[in-house]
């Protein structure tokens, strides 16, 4: 059941992807990062559409890495992109907790089981060969996780499990969001056609 949904925007952000060259993922953190190694808080605001102040309670949460001459890396903006990806249909904690799942604490590289920057580029390229699939079945979905993930190697004993699980929840979050901006569209557009119709 795809419901007419077209991804038009970059996975959490609000950028037009025709107008980004069809880029997504990692290909599109390639091009935020081509000639910088950080992004100030201004370009996130652009880029993810989220205020200052909401990014500034996630720091505070420990939900995002303080960044560092208020420079953000590509791995603290995915994991900006990510939580953006959920938000309209996850509780925050819940987002945290599944971050937490996968990464453990946010501050500390050791216990990752993935870059943040590579977990993105996966959502993506599962989210690219979704578009237009119709209907897929949960275990269709697990054996499409498992093709885009044929090159990550598991640091921990578990990780890939893992990683398979929270890309699984991530990807059913972000599509009860497009379901949910489809449904608003709808809603709107009879809105309209009702006014016309007077």
Request: include cysteine; charged fraction near 30%.
């Amino acid at each position: 059941m795809d419901f007419g949904i077209e991804m038009k925007q970059i996975p959490g952000t609000i950028l037009d992807r025709a107008k980004m060259g069809g880029a997504t993922g990692g290909e599109f953190l390639d091009k935020i990062f081509y000639i910088t190694d950080g992004v100030m808080l201004a370009q996130i605001r652009e880029i993810a559409g989220i205020d200052g102040s909401t990014l500034q309670n996630w720091l505070k949460r420990g939900w995002v890495v303080n960044p560092k001459n208020k420079m953000y890396t590509k791995d603290q903006l995915a994991r900006i992109l990510i939580i953006g990806m959920m938000r309209d249909t996850m509780q925050l904690c819940d987002i945290s907790f599944l971050l937490t799942y996968v990464n453990g604490d946010p501050g500390n590289l050791e216990d990752d089981i993935i870059p943040e920057s590579q977990l993105y580029d996966y959502l993506c390229r599962v989210l690219d060969r979704l578009t237009g699939a119709g209907e897929i079945s949960r275990d269709s979905l697990v054996g499409l996780i498992g093709e885009v993930t044929a090159d990550y190697e598991e640091k921990l004993g578990g990780a890939r499990r893992r990683l398979t699980r929270a890309l699984e929840i991530i990807l059913m979050s972000y599509y009860a969001n497009l379901v949910k901006r489809r449904a608003d569209e709808l809603v709107a557009e009879l809105r309209g056609s009702g006014r016309r119709s007077k």
